[in-house]
């Protein structure tokens, strides 16, 4: 039966790649303009994540914590992984900010942390973090005791935290000594939940050089997104500004299959999904007076107005991964494991210095395979699956799920 139905959406999406996409003739459409592509964007990063994210996570946690709260020797953690490109840390922060037991306090002191300059400070970053929760012991760990089965009652009920792990270490001679610092205190405070996101890159590399999966018994991986799950999050946003030329259901059309050809090349990524559909987006041709004129329309007409303008859907597909050189791959095989990293971190990641480094990253940029924003560097999610492929293929350090 399921191979019935993946050759079944096999030929619907290789139908959709042969086919007009869109009940307009390609002569009659041109992509949108860069600033509703940005428009759009925005909309979708100040949106809450993936339901189907929020919903997985919550069924993962909730009996993990409820375990912890009255099993004294339940583990006190629990590790989501995601692919570099996704920002786990939203899609934690979006899943326990509607938590429902009130009976538990939520802190997040690691929300903004960032990797000090000089790299050796980090651990000491990290406890300046924790200063403001001084029932957290994390200083003069050696002298620090488990609790009892005697004390622990009435003590579980405050979950700490972790957003993205990849941002508490570098990989570099005592790079990681923070990473052990915060197994030390996890593992000491187990009258505090600790919820901890990470990438699967930063988590493969961690488990190499510290073992790390030997300290956190619950690891649970982001759940991939299907058809549905990607169009049921992005249809409602992209409604609050256009009109989606939708297809009929009724009939044998062959844009069905439109949300089922992004899943596919996304990968189930959220990330990846809504770059793919923004770069689809297609509206009737029009001169540049119109466009602008249209820009104006677009601010002062209210959403799900007939006279929005109707965007129509192109056939989904990603750009081609440029030819690397060896020296590019060792620079995002670097920020693939730190997730988003500024040139002087990873120049010394690499034993380099900036300068050394900086003609690739110009490059890289220029191709689109590396976003720059506020002076860091992260991979461009269109990019990221045929980057993990060619890196594994090149026999870098790697799992085949970063």
């Known amino acids: 039966m399921s191979d019935l139905w993946f050759k079944s959406i096999k030929n619907k999406i290789n ?3 042969t086919q007009p ?14 600033w509703l592509k940005e428009e759009l964007q925005q909309r979708i990063n100040n949106s809450p994540s993936p339901q189907a994210y929020q919903t ?3 069924g993962a946690i909730a009996p993990a914590i409820e ?15 995601a692919p570099t490109i996704e920002p786990v840390g939203t899609i934690l922060s979006d899943t ?7 009976s538990l306090t939520i802190i997040t002191p690691f929300q903004q942390f960032e990797r000090p300059a000089t790299i050796r400070l980090t651990a000491k970053k990290i406890r300046q973090a924790l200063d403001s929760y001084p029932d957290i012991k994390n200083t003069d760990l050696d002298d620090l005791h488990i609790s009892s089965p005697e004390d622990f009652q009435d003590s579980r009920k405050t979950v700490v935290v972790i957003p993205s792990l990849e941002q508490c270490f570098l990989r570099c001679i005592s790079g990681w000594d923070s990473i052990e610092y915060f197994r030390e205190i996890i593992t000491k405070n187990n009258h505090y939940f600790w919820v901890i996101g990470a990438s699967q890159s930063a988590w493969h590399f961690l488990d190499f050089v510290c073992q790390i999966s030997a300290y956190f018994e619950i690891i649970e991986s982001l759940p991939k997104l299907d058809d549905e799950m990607i169009c049921d999050w992005l249809t409602p946003i ?30 189930g990524s959220s990330r990846i999904a809504q770059y793919i559909w923004l770069e689809s987006l297609r509206m009737h041709k029009q001169t540049e007076e119109e466009v602008q004129e249209l820009r104006t329309q677009l601010s002062e007409t209210p959403a799900k107005s007939p006279s929005r303008i109707l965007i129509h859907p192109d056939k989904p597909k990603l750009p081609k991964l440029p030819i690397l050189t060896n020296l590019d791959r060792y620079l995002l095989h670097g920020i693939l494991i730190h997730g988003i990293i500024n040139r002087r971190h990873l120049a010394q990641t690499l034993g380099e210095s900036e300068s050394q480094i900086q003609a690739r990253i110009q490059w890289l940029s220029r191709q689109g395979v590396l976003e720059s924003r506020c002076g860091s560097l992260s991979i ?7 980057l993990t492929v060619d890196l594994s293929q090149n026999n870098f350090f790697i799992n085949s799920n970063s």
């Open 15 to 17: 139908s959709w790649l």
């Open 21 to 34: 996409p869109s009940s307009e003739s390609d002569e009659e459409l041109m992509p949108i303009p860069d």
């Open 56 to 58: 997985y996570l919550r």
């Open 67 to 81: 375990s912890w709260k009255t099993d004294f020797n339940a583990p006190n953690t629990f590790v989501c992984l």
């Open 96 to 102: 326990l900010s509607s938590w429902d037991d009130l």
């Open 238 to 267: 992209a409604e609050t500004l256009i009109s989606l030329d939708k297809p009929d259901s009724s009939s044998n059309d062959l844009r069905q299959t439109y949300w089922d050809s992004i899943a596919h090349q996304s990968s």
């Open 380 to 386: 461009h999610p269109l990019y990221y699956d045929q």
